[in-house]
């Protein structure tokens, strides 16, 4: 079974500072997909960022970078210039096949992020 | 034009009674999902469905059942009622190695 781990329940920031969210997962697979998800208070999931095993770059969305690195199992997130609408909680994602065409997400327990003006 | 919605986005019921929640999505995507958030914000799978299989997490009671009319929804019904149940409850679907697209919540309260 795969496992999604984030370390850090809590983390705070400045605002227009940096910050890094980390993550560790555990699998034996070698195709898969990582995400990193957004909830703020309204409790809306919204995707930041997607990162496909195969793929050695790291992927970016404007503020948004990951550092993913295969060998290692991680897959942290930058958020540059960070930003008040930013504060939510984080969750880092693994997703691969399933069983018959199906994809499941497995979650990591979340980090709340609060970012300070 | 909501990808992925959910009724209703809020429930309020009591213990032992049989609620439903329903999910529909319009992205043409093969596999719909429900996912249960509890009171600590961990998000798990309950179930995954397309038109080919159910796959069910097995820590999952089974007074929980999806139940799909067609290829766009998913409805969760949810017999007798527990107070554990209460949750927020989403929906979500996705296409082959897509991303998961969610549903707004629906946060059930079991009282």
């Known amino acids: 079974a795969q496992t999604v781990t984030q370390s850090q329940p809590e983390m705070s920031v400045q605002e227009a500072e940096t910050v890094t969210l980390s993550c560790t997962y555990d699998?034996?697979?070698?195709?898969?997909?990582l995400f990193w998800y957004k909830q703020p208070p309204s409790r809306q999931m919204i995707l930041v960022i997607r990162?496909?095993?195969?793929?050695?770059q790291n992927a970016t969305e404007n503020r948004f970078s990951v550092n993913f690195q295969k060998a290692a199992k991680s897959f942290s997130l930058k958020i540059s210039d960070s930003q008040l609408g930013d504060t939510a909680m984080y969750f880092c994602?693994?997703?691969?096949?399933?069983?018959?065409?199906?994809?499941?997400?497995?979650f990591g327990k979340g980090t709340k992020l609060s970012v300070i003006p | 034009d909501t990808a992925v919605s959910q009724t209703p986005k809020y429930l309020v019921t009591q213990m032992g009674n049989d609620k439903s929640i329903k999910c529909e999505q319009n992205?043409?995507?093969?596999?719909m999902y429900w996912y249960k958030q509890d009171s600590k914000k961990f998000l798990k799978i309950m179930f995954s469905?397309?038109?080919?299989?159910?796959?069910i997490n097995e820590t999952v009671p089974n007074r929980f059942s999806p139940k799909s009319p067609d290829k766009a929804h998913l409805n969760l019904h949810i017999n007798s009622l527990e107070l554990g149940d209460s949750a927020v409850y989403f929906c979500?679907?996705?296409?082959?190695?897509?991303?998961?697209?969610f549903g707004p919540g629906t946060r059930l309260t079991v009282t």
């Open positions: 992205l043409g995507h093969d596999t």
């Open positions: 994602a693994f997703m691969m096949l399933s069983g018959a065409g199906s994809y499941q997400l497995t």
């Open positions: 979500a679907s996705s296409h082959a190695g897509g991303t998961g697209d």
């Open positions: 699998t034996s697979e070698s195709n898969y997909y």
């Open positions: 990162q496909e095993a195969y793929k050695q």
């Open positions: 469905y397309n038109n080919k299989e159910l796959i």
